[in-house]
């Protein structure tokens, strides 16, 4: 993929849309000065760019400059938010969590298609809000600059209900996606879940390889449907920790709305063995690991690095 076809996918895509709106929309409720607001969003769109750069990169599908890319662009972000008046302590624990999870992802993708329970386990429902420290930040960055108190319980609604969405479209993209990852050696929360409850039932933890999950997934329709019950939970909750601010805050209604909507459909859809993105059959669909798992830890490392701000 070229940096170009990089940038037209990922500055269409809804995540970025929702970065860039987000502060606009809690605007409605704690007004910011439009030239704030405006500087707000574009810190937010440079440290989208960079998770996105940073992602194909580490997932091998664009080459070293765009790991340096992603990184002057994340500290462009940085600056332009210490400018903005944003503490340099809420940018380092953010940026710490981040960091720690992206290590938590790189130490659990499997060269041999084969994943020990050490590697499995450290991916919880925890570690899918830290990568995504980013989204709070959208969050973070326009209350604070708003002088809302921390002690509002605006606070921990907002909170709870952006944990709930970030939850809910990773469990949703992990559906989408799990062909996908099983070939490239990558785990994410879905894994997880699916380890858990091979383990729990078939006895003491073990090594799980691709195959077994996937056939899992396909086989257990009560599996699919307890992932599907989850989903609606979390966009349930996310909705109701909303309800108080919902008049104000309609988009961000509306995005959770449609978050459900969109599980519904992807969790109705009972699984083929047409398991791949090529269309293989499944016994064809587990060769070669990609490029991605194949990145030296050196590389990964620099890239993973916190900044010396």
Known sequence: MSLQQLAHQSLNGELHQLLALWPYWL????????SILNRVALALL?????????????????PAYAGQLSRALGMQSWRMFVRLGISHRLLHALESRMVAAYRHELA????????????????????????????HLAQLAPLTLADLPPADPAWRALT????????????RDDALDLAIDLNAGRAGWLIRLI?????RDDGPLSPLDRQRIAGRWLLDGGLRQRVAKLHAQ??????????????ALPRLRDVMTAEQQAGQT????????????TGAPLRDSFGTVDAGVERSASLSQRLLAPDQH
């Not at 998770?51 to 997932?59: E, H, K, M």
């Open 27 to 34: 605007a409605r409720r704690w007004p910011l000065p439009p």
């Open 195 to 199: 380890a858990t409850a091979i383990w």
């Open 160 to 171: 709870g209900a952006l944990n709930r969405l970030i939850l809910a479209r990773q469990l």
């Open 108 to 135: 659990a993708r499997a060269l041999d298609g084969c994943w020990q329970p050490r590697q499995l386990q450290t991916l919880t429902a925890q570690w899918v809000c830290n990568r995504a420290a980013g989204w």
């Open 46 to 62: 440079c440290g989208s760019w960079a998770a996105t750069l940073r992602d194909a990169y580490l997932d091998g599908e664009m």
């Open 234 to 247: 979390l966009c349930a909750g996310a909705a109701q920790g909303l309800a108080p601010y919902s008049g």
């Open 266 to 277: 992807v969790f109705a859809t009972v699984p083929s063995f047409d398991f791949s993105a």
